[in-house]
């Protein structure tokens, strides 16, 4: 089959997608650059092994899917790469077989089933031989108290600004605060600790200075 054929366009995409993935990660790599890191920490916390941590139905679709088992551009790797196979070898059984082809944004509806399992069980395959250090996870609950600094925007009343904060592991997480009822702006550079989370947002003050 030509995989530069009309009616396997969506697959050729989806593998040249996986190549480019992988192309970046690797990059990264050879940079001291993590990206995979960097998709991770703009997730929500996914991590079913930390107990009293409740998923959002968006979050268990992630979860349910090998995000937060995996790093996140391992499981968009798995995806697009399951997408792209499956339908060549959709498309040519089809042709094998009956001697036709279906149209290629007709086949993607059944690829696309198929790289949703197929991205499911290798994803839980491989998270089970990696090797995982069960102390180092962290639920965003644990950020509550920490001190984290504004590195993006001003943070005000109704308009978070990114800031970033490093858990007790040494981990660098990125986040959205916004300041708690009363509190002032938040300017770049900016140290405050968080109080609580509200949705993807988390409430922060200021950060106390010693007096002199």
Request: proline fraction near 7%.
């Amino acid at each position: 089959m030509d995989v530069f054929a009309s009616e396997t366009a969506p697959f050729a995409v989806a593998i040249g997608v996986t190549l480019a993935i992988a192309a970046i990660e690797l990059l990264g790599l050879l940079l001291g650059t993590q990206p995979s890191a960097m998709v991770d920490s703009a997730l929500p916390d996914l991590d079913t092994d930390i107990p009293d941590v409740e998923l959002g139905p968006l979050s268990q679709s992630l979860s349910w899917l090998s995000f937060g088992r995996l790093p996140a551009l391992v499981v968009l790797i798995l995806l697009t790469a399951s997408f792209g196979l499956c339908g060549f070898a959709l498309q040519e059984a089809l042709r094998q077989v009956l001697g036709f082809a279906l149209d290629p944004w007709l086949a993607s509806i059944p690829a696309a089933i198929g790289a949703v399992f197929v991205t499911r069980h290798v994803g839980l395959a491989i998270a089970r031989i990696m090797p995982k250090e069960e102390t180092e996870a962290v639920s965003t609950k644990a950020f509550v108290g920490r001190v984290a600094t504004v590195f993006r925007g001003v943070a005000g009343p109704g308009a978070p600004a990114e800031a970033k904060l490093t858990d007790i592991h040494g981990k660098t997480h990125y986040l959205l605060i916004e300041p708690e009822d009363g509190e002032t702006v938040m300017p770049e550079g900016s140290e405050v600790v968080i109080i609580r989370q509200q949705g993807s947002v988390y409430r922060a003050i200021s950060k106390l200075k010693p007096a002199n």
